[in-house]
């Protein structure tokens, strides 16, 4: 089972969607993307934390019309103490000007 967050904010930059081959981290995942030096809080819950991780980034995006983003998360099993980030993606135009 594969858990899904999404959200919307308005903002311009440009990113690429990345997915997880098993043999790599979030970080790898997410290092096309500005994150800000964002790292979770022990203080929050998973749910807490993923939802700021899709809050920065949402900001990713470059479609004027309105930004978004996904983040496709395995969740925590009884062998693993941590969820693993499988792919993240913000919208993207389908076709660029000439």
């Known amino acids: 089972e594969k858990t899904t ?7 311009n930059t ?3 969607p990345t997915t997880n081959n098993n043999n790599t981290n979030d ?4 290092k096309g993307y500005e994150m800000h030096d964002w790292k ?3 203080h929050l819950t998973p ?3 993923y939802m700021d991780m899709i809050m920065l980034l949402t900001r990713n995006s470059k479609c004027r019309q309105g930004s978004m983003a996904c983040v496709l998360v395995h969740p925590q099993s009884s062998s693993s103490s ?3 980030v499988i792919a993240a993606s913000t919208n993207q135009s ?3 000007p000439n």
Do not use: C, M, R
């Open 5 to 11: 967050t999404s959200s919307s904010s308005s903002s």
């Open 14 to 16: 440009p990113s690429a």
């Open 27 to 30: 970080d790898d995942i997410l």
């Open 40 to 42: 979770p809080s022990p």
């Open 47 to 49: 749910d807490e934390n």
């Open 82 to 84: 941590s969820s693993v």
């Open 94 to 96: 389908l076709f660029t």
